[in-house]
């Protein structure tokens, strides 16, 4: 049986989303602070939170701006935002269940985007780069952050099997070096990268995603052969536990 690649977002999402919202590896880091310190700055009339999920940009949003959208493929997901927003006190966020690819907002209604952790799930990711300049006004500042690939090959293909095996709606953590041309192509300049690294407990990561046994097992056979270099990118534990490399790109 197929399915598009957007029910299977949905399908991997929808249930978790409670899980999402009380995720200590989405609830905090670096680089929500400086969303955060950015915000502070801009005072933005009215922030995009991007694919969305737990909303956690949103709340490091909201105290900044005016009013803070938060956009998700997934309904449950906003539905447990506008739930945790609500009971937070935070009266500024509303939310809208919309594919990155195909915004439902006017060209320039946005004063400042963040974007976390979600482009490696879309199906078109140059064209939500692409919605994204076109709902910012020009000159307005967006923040990316997702994983990124090593740029050595056999590293980054590991990267890619264990990620699609433990979620099948996994499309590609992108090179930091994609990354940048992709966001110049979509009409961004790119001002400022930060990296940093974050570590990924086998048991948390596989339960989130309701990962099969089957899929357990075979990232656990890949890690058990995978090259010592490439093992030694990831810091790969005993237990499948591994440390990943965020990237935050800085853009207008
Ligand atoms: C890991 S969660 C996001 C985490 C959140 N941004 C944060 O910082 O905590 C990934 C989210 O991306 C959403 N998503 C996946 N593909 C999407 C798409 N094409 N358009 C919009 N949202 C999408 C999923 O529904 C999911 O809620």
Known sequence: MTQSHESIVQQQFGPQAAAYVTSAVHAQGPDLDRIAAIAAEVSPAHALDLGAGGGHVSYALAPHAQAVTASDLSADMIAAIRAHAAG???????????????????????????????????????????????????????????????????????????????????????RASEWIAALGRAGFTVQAMRTHRLRMDFAVWTERMRTPEAHVAAIRSLQSMVAADVARHFALEEDGSFTLDVALFEAV
């Open 88 to 174: 937070q006190g935070l009266a500024n966020i509303s939310g809208e269940v919309a594919p990155a690819e195909a915004l439902p907002f006017a060209d320039g209604a946005f004063d400042l985007l963040a974007c976390r952790f979600t482009a490696h799930h879309w199906r078109a990711f140059e064209a939500g780069l692409r919605e994204a300049r076109r709902v910012l006004a020009p000159g307005a500042p967006a923040i990316f952050v997702d994983v990124v690939a090593p740029e050595q090959a056999q590293a980054d293909v590991h990267l890619q099997a264990v990620e699609l095996l433990r979620d099948p709606s996994h499309v590609r953590d992108y």
